[in-house]
């Protein structure tokens, strides 16, 4: 006896096979991000993909650490896309308000583990100067451009200059 399926159940799984369901490959991508020989902590590092050079896809990102470092893991739809990016730096530091730091509570100003970043610690003043130069910051004039994402856990360091 001969089992038939249903024309409706299989044109779905016939297309699911021929497309895929994964979307991109992510890749991890990771390195270090200095200014005048000093690392940079609490720095937003975004790849976005260039499509003048035919890369597509959604923008990565992730904070640097103490030590300058960033990671972007590739998981699940997580991830660099590979191809040619234009990087972008943002300063997280100079969006906070003076005296605002990581991890304080607003109101105490006491260490509270999960408190949002940027809680204003009491008498703090207005926004903080970029601690480099704002064309990182710009898509459009970043010198980061024609950065090649092309491997799995590359290591990409930027060293930011004073006047790129």
Do not use: W
């Amino acid at each position: 006896m001969t089992k038939s399926y249903p024309l409706s159940l299989l044109v779905p799984l016939s297309l699911l096979l021929v497309t895929g369901c994964g979307g991109p490959t992510r890749l991890s991508v990771e390195g270090i991000v200095t200014y005048q020989n000093r690392p940079l902590a609490d720095v937003e590092v975004q790849f976005v993909p260039d499509p003048a050079e035919g890369t597509r896809g959604a923008p990565a990102s992730a904070y640097t650490d103490a030590q300058g470092r960033y990671r972007i893991e590739a998981v699940g739809r997580e991830g660099v896309v590979p191809g040619t990016h234009r990087v972008v730096l943002t300063d997280a530091r100079a969006m906070m308000p003076q005296g605002a730091r990581p991890g304080v509570d607003a109101d105490s100003g006491e260490a509270r583990p999960g408190a949002p970043v940027g809680a204003r610690a009491p008498g703090a003043g207005g926004a903080r100067p970029p601690r480099f130069p704002p064309v990182y910051s710009d898509l459009n004039r970043t010198p980061l451009k024609g950065v090649a994402v092309t491997t799995s856990g590359q290591q990409l360091d930027f060293e930011l200059q004073p006047q790129p």
